[in-house]
Each structure stands twice: as structure tokens, then as C-alpha cells.
């Protein structure tokens, strides 16, 4: 492995054990070269530019600096265009893509995954709010705050042909945020783990509620035929270490949590 070399460990995240078997199953052509990561940094928490305006951090960010520790390998953050990753696996530009992907049957067709998360829609409301909200039909008779062109609108919009719903709809995700806070929305409404940082950035101002709806797999996107083997047990270390969950704590996002992480394991 990468002895005698320092990996960074992500900040207020203990550092991983190597282990030298997942590291032997490193195809031989990347076999001491830097895996270099790509990630759309738009998106937080889970990825996103940090204050000095160049570091990648986020879920992703941790996990992909402590993937490296367990397999013994730098590991070399680069922002991307999200449409511009799976095109640059193929190319040989990246060598793994951990951004958010939802792992789809489409995609598979052209990358292998390993799915370590599960993201849904999930609800949000005002933590003094004593009502829970669970499932789309909980919409029925509220008034719910989404951003515009998100699944979020979409889904209420066609919750809304079954009842009463009203649906207040924002350019921003922070303007949604600021009608359920000042009680113009009973209900807010966003991708479940960006409604759970919403809840953690808000000084206890916001709850989650309820379970996340339409969930479906995130996984690590790598070429086909070549570290998915490794990638998923150095997961499973993660996971079996408890280095997932501080991380998953540490950006709020808890609720993704698996148990079992798996190779394209697409739902749809």
C-alpha cells in the first residue's frame, strides 16, 4: 500500500486501517498511480466547494478520502460537470465517480456501481408543529413549500389531482425554506437527505417527518470490470468500522444509511 505516506483523513473523521487484501485487488494497471474522483460539487451535502473556494467537501468528499485510506491509494478530488463523469470513466479521465449518482438499470448498461446510500423525497416542518406528515397523501388539505422544476413539485402536482393540496413553488431552495418557517407552509419538501442538512443547518427550527418517498440507490460509479470488487469491500469496512455513520452523521444525512451495500443493485 501507500506505507510510509500520509492519506488525509477527512476532517473530525478518524483515519481508516489499510487492508492489504482489498488493496491487492486493485487492478493492476492503477496499482500505485492516484485514483482521481470526480464529483459535481453542487450539490451539498453531499458535495460541495468549500469556503477557500477550490477543496472539495461533503459526504462524498469524506468518503472517497476514507475509501482511499482503506485501500491504501491517494486519491485525488476533481469538480466535474455531473453530465461529464460517466463519458470521463469511460475515457480513462476518472477513475471512479461518487456524486450523488442514482444507481439506475440505464446506467448500468454503462458503468458498474456500488451502492452505499439510499436517497428518497422526504418532509420537513416546523420543529414547534406537533402533526407528522408521512407519505404523499399527508399532503392532502396542506399547503406545501417545494423548488421549482424539482421531482418534489412534480410529485405534489400530481398529488394534487387526488385532493386538496397547495402547492406553494420557489426559485430557490432557501425561499421554500423561509415559507415553512414563517408558517406560510405547513410542509416542506425536498430530496431526503438535502431536507435532513436543511433540518441540521436550521438551529432546531426544522424537523424532519415522516419516511422518504420514491427512494432509490446512490451508488459509486467505477468502469466496468475493474474496482467495484475493491470499492465495495472497503464499504463494507467503512461500514463495519463505524467510520460510514460518523461520516453520514457528521453531514446530517443518517437517514441514507444501509445496511448491505451491493454492485448494481438499480431498482429501475
Same mark, same amino acid.
Given at each position: 500500500?501507500?506505507?510510509?505516506?500520509?492519506?488525509?483523513t477527512?476532517?473530525?473523521?478518524?483515519?481508516?486501517?489499510?487492508?492489504?487484501?482489498?488493496? $491487492?485487488? *486493485? +487492478?493492476?494497471? #492503477?496499482? /500505485? %498511480?492516484?485514483?482521481?474522483? &470526480?464529483?459535481?460539487? !453542487?450539490?451539498?451535502?453531499?458535495?460541495?466547494?468549500?469556503?477557500?473556494?477550490?477543496?472539495?467537501?461533503?459526504?462524498?468528499?469524506?468518503?472517497?478520502?476514507?475509501?482511499?485510506q482503506?485501500?491504501?491509494?491517494?486519491?485525488?478530488?476533481?469538480n466535474?460537470?455531473?453530465? $461529464?463523469? *460517466? +463519458?470521463?470513466? #469511460?475515457? /480513462? %479521465?476518472?477513475?471512479?465517480? &461518487?456524486?450523488?449518482? !442514482?444507481?439506475?438499470?440505464?446506467?448500468?448498461?454503462?458503468?458498474?456501481?456500488?451502492?452505499?446510500?439510499?436517497?428518497?423525497?422526504?418532509?420537513?416542518?416546523?420543529?414547534?408543529?406537533?402533526?407528522?406528515?408521512?407519505?404523499?397523501?399527508?399532503?392532502?388539505?396542506?399547503?406545501?413549500?417545494?423548488?421549482s422544476?424539482?421531482?418534489e413539485?412534480?410529485?405534489?402536482?400530481a398529488?394534487?389531482?387526488?385532493?386538496?393540496?397547495?402547492?406553494?413553488?420557489?426559485?430557490?431552495?432557501?425561499?421554500?425554506?423561509?415559507?415553512?418557517?414563517?408558517?406560510?407552509?405547513?410542509?416542506?419538501?425536498a430530496?431526503?437527505?438535502?431536507?435532513?442538512?436543511?433540518?441540521?443547518?436550521?438551529?432546531?427550527?426544522?424537523?424532519?417527518?415522516?419516511t422518504?418517498?420514491?427512494?432509490?440507490?446512490?451508488?459509486?460509479?467505477?468502469?466496468k470490470?475493474?474496482?467495484?470488487?475493491?470499492?465495495?469491500?472497503?464499504i463494507?469496512a467503512?461500514?463495519?468500522?463505524?467510520?460510514?455513520?460518523?461520516?453520514?452523521?457528521?453531514?446530517?444525512?443518517?437517514g441514507?444509511?444501509?445496511?448491505t451495500?451491493?454492485?448494481?443493485?438499480?431498482?429501475?
Amino acid at each position: 500500500g501507500a506505507t510510509g505516506t500520509t492519506l488525509p483523513t477527512p476532517s473530525g473523521i478518524p483515519a481508516a486501517t489499510e487492508n492489504m487484501t482489498l488493496h $491487492g485487488q *486493485i +487492478p493492476a494497471a #492503477l496499482q /500505485g %498511480k492516484t485514483l482521481v474522483v &470526480a464529483m459535481d460539487a !453542487t450539490y451539498p451535502p453531499d458535495e460541495m466547494v468549500a469556503s477557500n473556494g477550490t477543496t472539495v467537501i461533503g459526504m462524498d468528499a469524506d468518503l472517497a478520502l476514507s475509501l482511499g485510506q482503506v485501500l491504501g491509494v491517494k486519491v485525488k478530488l476533481v469538480n466535474a460537470s455531473f453530465d $461529464g463523469i *460517466i +463519458p470521463g470513466l #469511460l475515457s /480513462g %479521465k476518472y477513475n471512479i465517480g &461518487a456524486s450523488s449518482f !442514482t444507481d439506475t438499470k440505464k446506467r448500468e448498461k454503462q458503468v458498474d456501481f456500488v451502492d452505499y446510500f439510499v436517497a428518497g423525497e422526504g418532509f420537513y416542518k416546523a420543529a414547534n408543529d406537533s402533526k407528522t406528515f408521512n407519505g404523499l397523501s399527508a399532503l392532502c388539505n396542506q399547503t406545501v413549500a417545494v423548488e421549482s422544476g424539482t421531482t418534489e413539485q412534480t410529485d405534489a402536482q400530481a398529488q394534487a389531482k387526488n385532493c386538496k393540496v397547495t402547492i406553494l413553488s420557489f426559485g430557490t431552495q432557501t425561499a421554500a425554506n423561509l415559507a415553512v418557517s414563517t408558517g406560510k407552509a405547513e410542509i416542506g419538501f425536498a430530496d431526503s437527505q438535502v431536507a435532513a442538512y436543511i433540518v441540521k443547518q436550521s438551529n432546531g427550527e426544522f424537523v424532519l417527518t415522516g419516511t422518504p418517498v420514491n427512494s432509490a440507490p446512490y451508488g459509486i460509479a467505477v468502469p466496468k470490470g475493474g474496482l467495484g470488487t475493491p470499492v465495495l469491500g472497503a464499504i463494507k469496512a467503512l461500514m463495519s468500522d463505524g467510520i460510514y455513520m460518523k461520516i453520514l452523521d457528521k453531514w446530517g444525512v443518517q437517514g441514507g444509511a444501509i445496511k448491505t451495500p451491493v454492485i448494481n443493485g438499480a431498482t429501475s
